[in-house]
Nanobody, 116 residues
Framework: QVQLVESGGALVKPGGSLTLSCVVN??????????AGWYRQAPGKQRELVAR???????EYLESVKGRFTISRDNAKNTVYLQMDSLKPEDMATYYC????????WGLGTQVTVSS
């Protein structure tokens, strides 16, 4: 059983920064996940893939976050990170992490609120 535990969400002002963390717990470690992704879901909207990173550190980003968000992974710590800079109100959502190609049950996510 794999458990994904996201953390780091908070209330920030527009232009602020946050770093989200996702710890992979259970029988499957981050080493076994080829592509890990950060997703977000805003109220009334579908969940969307924001950023992904492969085991060889190739990254891809949603167009609207390019240049502002940075995804990284530390396999030894079973943790995937999302550094978010220059946050905008439209980034406000609940953020989740998961395996891109072999998704596991979703975690509870972490709430990011961007408001002045």
């Amino acid at each position: 059983q794999v458990q994904l535990v996201e953390s780091g969400g908070a209330l920030v002002k527009p232009g602020g920064s946050l770093t989200l963390s996702c710890v992979v717990n259970g029988t499957r470690t981050l080493y076994g996940i080829y592509a890990a992704g950060w997703y977000r879901q805003a109220p009334g909207k579908q969940r969307e893939l924001v950023a992904r990173i492969t085991s060889d550190r190739v990254t891809e980003y949603l167009e609207s976050v390019k240049g502002r968000f940075t995804i990284s992974r530390d396999n030894a710590k079973n943790t995937v990170y999302l550094q978010m800079d220059s946050l905008k109100p439209e980034d406000m959502a609940t953020y989740y992490c998961n395996s891109v190609y072999s998704p596991r049950p979703w975690g509870l996510g972490t709430q990011v609120t961007v408001s002045s």
